[in-house]
């Protein structure tokens, strides 16, 4: 059998590797947010509504890029703990507004610091400047791609 030809590859490819890493941190992170109850996609929208405050449901829907019917059964699954609250809005009766109650916020906390030893371990190979620098690239990467993307 003759060899099969190598392409000349002068630029490095990065592709394989950032799948690897983002599938290897994805796993580690289910992996502790587990005991806590919590899934990837209940993470992202109680950090939301950290920062967002008093949100209605139709601009948390637009902020996780998520059908609304998908964001009931969400906010369904977090008010069903207690992590979220959710009001009729005093604007406009016919919206809801959604926050964060003390227990999501208390809850959020453990979820941070659990993935923050995950993250320190995945990458204790690179120096804080490193794991800088890395942010940075990934910021500037991910900067223009599409927003259901992110």
């Known amino acids: 059998m003759d060899e099969l030809p190598v392409l000349e590859q002068s630029v490095r490819r990065s592709g394989a590797l950032v799948d690897y890493l983002a599938r290897h ?3 580690r992170s289910e992996s502790a947010l587990a005991p806590l109850g919590l899934r990837t996609r ?9 920062e967002r405050r008093d949100i209605t449901q139709r601009d948390l829907a637009s902020a996780l890029v998520l059908d609304g019917t ?6 369904n699954e977090l008010e069903g703990r207690g992590l979220v609250e959710r009001r009729r809005s005093t604007e406009d009766r016919r919206r809801h507004v959604v926050s964060l109650t003390d ?4 809850l959020l906390c453990k979820a941070e610091t659990a993935l923050t030893a995950v ?3 995945v990458f204790e190979a690179l120096t804080p400047q490193q794991r800088a620098q890395l942010h940075d690239l990934l910021a500037a990467a991910t900067s223009s791609a599409p927003e259901s993307y992110c």
């Open 70 to 75: 998908n964001v009931v059964g969400l906010l």
């Open 42 to 50: 209940h993470l992202v929208a109680l950090t939301v509504l950290r």
């Open 25 to 27: 941190l994805r796993r």
């Open 119 to 121: 993250e320190d371990d």
């Open 103 to 106: 227990d999501g916020v208390s």
